[in-house]
């Protein structure tokens, strides 16, 4: 079992920059894939990226080269530094653990956290 905590969501203007960071209660050393997912207002959650224990890392084409994901073993943390944002960037983010299955499928992810809001607007 292991619990979630994202923060740093916020307002942000477009071309900005804000970091999301993931808390996790257990060493991410031992999670083999961990994912940002994103809801967008009244639209389907979405996966944003993933990166393994081992360090790979995958992108959604909407958001390549502006993200980064990475992880911070020392202190369980997952990040997602997020850059040149766009309006369509806005939506609730959401880290979550892998479980079985495919990493594509949000439904082979079995413990998520709560969400940070991130608006994207002049």
């Known amino acids: 079992q292991v619990q979630l905590v994202e923060s740093g969501g916020g307002l942000v203007q477009p071309g900005g920059s804000l970091r999301l960071s993931c808390a996790a209660s257990?060493?991410?050393?031992?999670?083999?894939?961990m994912g940002w997912y994103r809801q967008p207002p009244g639209k389907q959650r979405e996966l944003a990226a993933t990166?393994?224990?081992?360090?790979?890392?995958t992108y959604a084409d909407s958001v390549k080269g502006r993200f980064t994901i990475s992880g911070d073993t020392t202190n369980n943390t997952v990040y997602l530094q997020m850059n040149s944002l766009k309006p369509e960037d806005t939506a609730v983010y959401l880290c979550a653990r892998k479980g079985l299955g495919d990493a594509i499928i949000a439904s082979s992810y079995d413990y998520w956290g709560q969400g940070t809001q991130v608006t994207v607007s002049s």
């Open positions: 990166i393994t224990s081992d360090g790979r890392t």
């Open positions: 257990r060493s991410i050393g031992s999670i083999l894939t």
